[in-house]
């Protein structure tokens, strides 16, 4: 049972005023117009049926989002979750760690599960109606809102259930207003309607597509563009959306910047089965999706698409550099080189493209000595954490120590130094720009007026150091047992 009558609630109409920018509660009064963030709530283990694993996970889980840790807690109460799926402190919890992160869409699940177990936990059926008015589902909201009336709220919990009740009555009358508007071919009044609308029902898809509809209608493409967008994110496969985004900035001549790639993608996936019979249509549409591919770091996808263009325009140049970028993802540096010097010969003062081959000339001489992501196994285009996680298993794998056959150690101690080395050149963003530039930060002969490589030293040097740091490996002492 909680402890006294309602768990502790901090309220503000004016979060920004009160609380510190850029912290937890600072996140969540951006979500909601009136802040409800739970502080404390304790409760007894009997009834929640909480096992001690589970307690801690929860307490632990508390002082980490107390702290603005907010993944961390988020992983204890993914666990306090996993240990105890009927615990509706639990799923409370991690209901608010989701809203002070911005999911609020992975919030409404959880406290949806904890209405169910708890009935009467208005602060949880509160934020839940806050999220449905923000989302504009006003009918469920209200529901919830009214509810709340009627579970013996406190004087905090009464006020505020009955000033959402209000709003959300006034965004019914207007969305009602918006749409008789709307149908009378009014634009100007139903976008006058709708923006006041979505000053609360920020997360409404659909209104948002009504006053993009209100602006095409009005002759103001770019501000339909931007509700659009913001629809697309709202709702999942929104095709209609990007579709209408990608006609838009066809219509303005400036598809280059329509959208971001991914999404590009399968708007001028689009446009190809729409004209289906026009051939430059489709030419176009697959030279773009070719760049969008290519720039996303998808290389497989932008060499077979980036192909088919050039069966057809075996001298498009934009073909040529694209795909060649996507080879050198591949580590395909012969024909990366290729590709540049075919686009070099039809555009020879092209600086992208001899920018392009020099590196990929560089490239082809490095891979021929030592290739700090082979070492790893990993791609070129890892990820720091892929890298870290590698270097840590071949770290293990591969320390001197679990060797006791003297050739075995010496194989051993250089295989150990070279993934110390590859991590070390891999996890330095500056160092490893300058080896995918093709050139090694660690050889001395690559560096000019530079010393000798750190790396060519004993194993005796090495010994101490913790595979596991995040840093440089001259920080910590490591010890096997």
Not at 166 to 188: C, H, V
Not at 287 to 308: G, L, M, Q, T
Request: hydrophobic share 35%.
């Amino acid at each position: 049972m909680l402890v006294g009558h309602t768990p502790f609630l901090l309220f503000t109409r004016e979060p920004s005023d009160m609380v510190a920018p850029g912290s937890v509660t600072s996140r969540l009064g951006s979500v909601f117009p009136f802040l409800l963030v739970l502080v404390d709530l304790q409760y007894e283990g009997a009834e929640c049926g909480v096992n001690a694993d589970v307690e801690k996970h929860l307490e632990l889980g508390k002082k980490l989002l107390a702290a603005g840790q907010l993944a961390d807690a988020l992983s204890q109460f993914h666990a306090a979750v996993d240990g105890d799926p009927d615990n509706y402190i639990a799923y409370y919890r991690r209901a608010t760690v989701f809203l002070a992160m911005g999911k609020s869409k992975a919030a409404l699940p959880d406290l949806t599960k904890v209405i169910q177990l708890k009935m009467d936990f208005t602060a949880a059926r509160l934020q839940r109606g806050h999220l449905l008015l923000k989302q504009g589902k006003l009918d469920e909201a209200e529901d919830d809102f009214k509810k709340v009336l009627k579970s013996n709220p406190s004087e905090n919990e009464e006020k505020e259930a009955q000033s959402q009740l209000i709003k959300s009555d006034e965004m019914q009358r207007l969305r009602s207003q918006a749409l008789n508007a709307f149908g009378s071919g009014d634009y100007t009044a139903a976008i006058a309607f709708l923006d006041k609308i979505l000053e609360v029902c920020v997360w409404d898809a659909e209104l948002r597509e009504l006053r993009a509809e209100c602006f095409i209608k009005e002759g103001e493409p770019r501000k339909a563009i931007s509700d659009l967008k913001a629809a697309s994110k709202l709702k999942n496969d929104n095709t209609e959306a990007f579709y209408k985004i990608s006609t838009l900035y066809y219509q303005l001549g400036d598809h280059e910047l329509s959208l971001r790639y991914t999404d590009a993608t399968s708007k001028y996936e689009s446009v190809m089965k729409t004209e289906p019979n026009i051939a430059e249509y489709t030419i176009r549409s697959k030279e773009r999706i070719c760049h969008c591919f290519s720039k996303d770091e998808k290389p497989v996808e932008a060499i077979r698409v980036c192909s088919e263009v050039l069966q057809m325009e075996p001298d498009n140049v934009n073909a040529l550099k694209d795909r060649a970028e996507a080879y050198l993802i591949e580590e395909m540096y012969d024909e990366a080189i290729q590709d540049y010097e075919t686009a070099q010969e039809h555009n020879e003062n092209d600086q992208q493209i001899r920018e392009g081959l020099e590196k990929a000339q560089r490239l082809l001489k490095q891979s021929q000595k030592r290739d700090y992501y082979k070492i790893l196994g990993v791609k070129r285009n890892a990820k720091k954490q892929e890298i870290i996680k590698a270097y840590r298993k071949l770290a293990l794998q591969w320390h001197p120590d679990n060797f006791q056959n003297e050739e075995e150690k010496k194989k051993a101690e250089k295989k150990f130094i070279d993934i110390a080395a590859a991590k070390e050149v891999l996890s330095d963003p500056e160092m490893r720009k300058k080896f995918d530039d093709g050139e090694d930060p660690l050889d001395a002969e690559s560096q000019q007026g530079g010393g000798g490589n750190p790396f060519h030293r004993s194993w005796n040097s090495w010994q101490g150091f913790n595979p596991f740091s995040s840093g440089g490996p001259f920080r910590f002492k490591f010890h096997f047992n």
